[in-house]
């Protein structure tokens, strides 16, 4: 059984229907991508899967346990080992970058002040803000807020962690060194979804490949650097590859994935 599993999942707004049979599943340890053109639902997708949409049918297990997706506020099982990152990041202004750090794992789960304050250095080292500690959000940069928002995530060691667009805001470098953290992390068995436009990230990173169409899955790909790849996840790749925003240039070719195995 699939670490996640998610079937037929109808999301609305009004009149819209903004999810429409959507699934897809994920091993434990994969980096999933959402991708598709502005506004085809990789976002409530993404916010469907920690319980912060209301969905109208569908269902979803998570390490072989159902999720109530249909009440938002009951996806226990989720919030217990789930992260997210959103594209707005979400950091506490009045506080410190190390207090945003140690703020839920302190309060929320009990962690010592000492405990929570050793990891938070660490993880602000790893990602190249071991200056920045002491100093509040808006004095950051878009891209160190942004690494700063992934660190307070991975402060909870989530089993599952969700991002949107967890690059958009990093300089090529950054890009390379997030990229690596996460495949660290996944090979340590965090399973990863991440929505981007960065094909080049999501060439490099992707254990598979979810391409959103319309709020609609046009194609599963499965496979990261192998030798081929649907035809509408490559043509949708090659289209935007050119975006400068994708970090194509940064994480690699959008070639070579693996025929889907769904
Ligand atoms: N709270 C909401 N109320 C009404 N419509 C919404 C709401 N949230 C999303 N939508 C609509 O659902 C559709 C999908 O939005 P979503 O943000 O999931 O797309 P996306 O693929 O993430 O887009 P982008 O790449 O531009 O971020 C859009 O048409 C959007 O307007």
């Known amino acids: 059984m699939p670490y996640i599993d998610v079937r037929d999942v109808c999301v609305r707004h009004g009149k819209t229907e903004t999810l429409r049979d959507v699934g897809f599943t994920a091993e434990r340890g994969e980096i999933v991508s959402f991708i598709g053109p502005s506004g085809s639902g990789k976002t409530t997708l993404l916010r469907t899967l920690i319980g912060l949409q209301s969905v109208e049918c569908g269902r979803m297990t998570v390490d072989g346990r159902m999720v109530n997706m249909s009440e938002p506020g009951s996806a226990k099982v989720l919030r217990a080992q789930a992260a997210i990152v959103f594209q707005q990041f979400g950091l506490f202004g009045h506080m410190s970058v190390l207090r945003n750090l140690t703020l839920a794992p302190t309060v929320v789960a009990k962690r010592t002040h000492r405990e929570a304050e050793h990891e938070a250095h660490e993880l602000l080292e790893k990602l190249g803000l071991a200056d920045k500690a002491n100093v509040l959000p808006d004095d950051l940069s878009g891209g160190q807020k942004q690494r700063v928002a992934i660190a307070r995530a991975l402060m909870l060691r989530p089993a599952l962690l ?31 979804i991440q929505v981007s436009h960065a094909m080049g990230v999501v060439a490099s990173l992707s254990d598979r490949i979810v391409l959103l169409e319309a709020g609609h899955v046009r194609a599963l790909g499965h496979g990261r650097g192998q030798a081929s790849q649907t035809p509408d996840i490559a043509a949708f790749m090659n289209t935007h590859s050119d975006d400068p925003e994708s970090g194509a240039s940064a994480g690699g070719s959008p070639q070579g994935f693996r025929e889907p195995q769904f």
């Not at 690596?180 to 068995?189: C, F, I, T, V, W």
């Open 162 to 192: 969700l991002l949107d667009e967890p690059t958009s805001a990093l300089d090529p470098r950054k890009v390379q060194e997030v990229s690596s953290l996460l495949r660290d992390l996944a090979r340590d068995g965090m399973t990863i």
